[in-house]
């Protein structure tokens, strides 16, 4: 169990909602909170998986480029390789 306090014009604002919707405040609230949880995991599975990749793909990518620094491309060129990729996907 849960309890917590509301400041007025949020109070005010959830009461207004609930009539509009026919809900209660307490559903809304729990509804509002299981949202937030969820986009709350997903941030923390998506910051996971970045920080593995980091880690082992990232990592890897750093050394054959420092072992190599000919592989190296300019901005430019990595600019013109996104917009073939791009014209080939169709997404324009």
Known sequence: MLALSLPKDLDARLEDLARMTGQSKAALVE??????????????????????????????AHDRLKADPGRALSIDQVRAHLEKRREGSGNR
């Open 31 to 60: 509804e509002a909170i299981v949202a937030l949880v969820e986009d709350m995991e997903t941030a923390a599975r998506d910051k996971l998986s970045l920080e593995t990749w980091l880690r082992t793909e990232g990592v890897a």
